[in-house]
């Protein structure tokens, strides 16, 4: 009986065909379809952008669109590395981010008229009814009043205490203000 032996043209044969049905088991779903950068950039999803731009003011929204492009749109992975630290990829010259959502109007959408936005709260010197209380914070600030004891066992009295202490750092806080803007303009 001949004894069968492998030679080398069999071998490289066998390794090929291997890698190719290694790779057709594990390739992605669309990955026979072709696909340019550029229809990648297109599916890339604006909000996203805006959202991590957003977030990070430092990036650029091009930097951020090309990374959300590597990612396949993981903007969980693009947060996670500037948290920790690290640095984004700079695109390619060639690479076109999709518009924002704040940009032109298409041709379908009717742009209305633009009324100013009413602040959804109120400042917060209205919103506690502190208007009254203005003229006499610019009295008062020269005359601090002791601080009584830190914690009371009486409800009523603590609560008083901590809208006592919230009144008086908004009024602060509004001085500081007022203060802030009087010096920029005689430094103008």
């Given at each position: ?42 599916r890339?999803?604006p ?5 991590l ?53 298409s ?5 209305a008229?633009?009324q100013?936005?009413?602040?959804a ?26 601080k ?31 203060e ?9």
């Amino acid at each position: 009986m001949a004894e069968q032996t492998l030679n080398i043209p069999q071998i490289i044969v066998f390794i090929a065909v291997t890698v190719l049905i290694v790779r057709w088991f594990l390739k992605p779903s669309g990955a026979g379809q072709p696909s340019s950068a550029s229809n990648r950039a297109a599916r890339l999803n604006p909000a996203q952008i805006d959202h991590l731009v957003q977030m990070f003011p430092q990036l650029d929204r091009r930097t951020v669109a090309w990374n959300l492009n590597r990612t396949g749109g993981n903007a969980q992975a693009i947060t996670e590395t500037l948290l920790a630290g690290g640095t984004l990829q700079q695109p390619p010259t060639s690479f076109q981010i999709p518009p924002s959502r704040t940009a032109t109007p298409s041709a379908g959408q009717r742009q209305a008229p633009r009324q100013p936005a009413k602040p959804a709260q109120p400042d917060l010197i209205t919103r506690y009814n502190l208007a009254s209380k203005l003229g006499q914070a610019a009295e008062s600030s020269a005359v601090e009043t002791p601080k009584g004891k830190a914690w009371s066992q009486d409800k009523n009295e603590r609560q008083a205490n901590l809208q006592r202490r919230r009144e008086e750092m908004i009024l602060a806080a509004r001085r500081k203000l007022e203060e802030k803007a009087k010096a920029e303009q005689k430094s103008a």
